[in-house]
């Protein structure tokens, strides 16, 4: 939440945190409710919103009023994007997935603990209409998340269960130790499964990728429908498409075999 008074940094903060709003919305936005979201007053906000508007960050629909992102934010978007190795290593990867299993494909990184997508494409049998690029998710309702926390140690993996976590369906996992022996099972095998403990009617599958350090940083999943994907079934053929990937993306990166791969991640 933004504060009101302040000098200098003030408005780079406010403008930052009206920005910021766009990333949690799934749309355009008016001024009251950036006002709500922010903890700005009105006047703030118009005056904000309208630099940055003019500066091309921001646009208004001159009919309804509703804000949205503009070609500048986009623009810095891709440049972020491109210049990430996890996302240059994994592209075409993640694209070759999508086409080769029919599902959707997905990389995403680690930000502090919340997993951020950098790519996502989709297959004839798990199609989208929008990007998850830049989207966040939590760690402990998908099969993104717990490669993630696969490679934390158990003192991380229970700071991150500390916080009161979202329970977003009825087979969403919030207790430490329920993961902690699902995260065992993940590293056995090498990778995770999620089925409709972040959305119904969804499944996914996951592996981790490693740098040059053999420390995870990433992971690669497929994910649709459960007619599509339902890891309760064998599922042998996808296990090992998921793994390769991970394995590829990984030895772009620099990393390998011969590392040792229990590092964990550093927070």
């Known amino acids: 939440m933004a504060v009101e008074n302040g000098g200098g940094t003030q408005a780079v903060e406010r403008a930052m945190s009206l920005l910021a709003c766009f990333s949690e919305a799934k749309g355009a936005l008016r001024v009251s409710e950036l006002c709500a979201m922010t903890g700005l007053g009105q006047s703030t906000v ?24 503009g070609p500048a934010a986009i623009s810095l978007g891709t ?7 996890v996302f240059r290593a994994s592209r075409q990867v993640a694209q070759n997935l999508a086409h080769r299993s029919g599902l959707g494909a997905n990389v995403a990184e680690l930000d502090e603990f919340t997993l951020r997508y950098l790519c996502n494409f989709e297959g004839p049998r798990a199609p989208k209409s929008f990007s998850m690029a830049g989207r966040s998710a939590p760690l402990h309702a998908t099969a993104l998340g717990k490669a993630l926390l696969s490679a934390m140690s158990a003192e991380q993996v229970s700071e991150y ?30 990778y995770a499964s999620e089925v409709e403990e972040l959305a119904f009617g969804r499944a ?13 940083v990433a992971a690669i999943s497929m994910s649709g429908p459960l007619s599509a994907l339902d890891p309760r079934a064998p599922h042998e053929d996808l296990a090992l ?10 030895v772009a990166l620099g990393h390998s075999p011969a590392l040792r791969d229990d590092v964990f991640i550093s927070l």
Request: glycine share 4%; net charge neutral.
């Open 204 to 216: 996914c599958i996951a592996a981790p990728i490693r740098d040059n350090l053999g420390a995870v």
């Open 46 to 69: 118009s005056r904000m919103m309208s630099t940055l508007d003019r500066m091309r960050f921001v646009r208004q629909d001159s009919r309804t009023g509703l804000y949205h992102v």
């Open 241 to 250: 498409l998921i793994i390769e990937a991970a394995d590829e993306i990984s």
């Open 161 to 190: 269960f500390q916080a009161p976590l979202p329970q977003l369906t009825p087979r969403t996992i919030t207790d430490c130790q329920v993961m902690a022996a699902e995260l065992e099972q993940v590293r056995a095998r090498g």
């Open 79 to 85: 440049l972020a994007l491109n210049s990430s190795p």
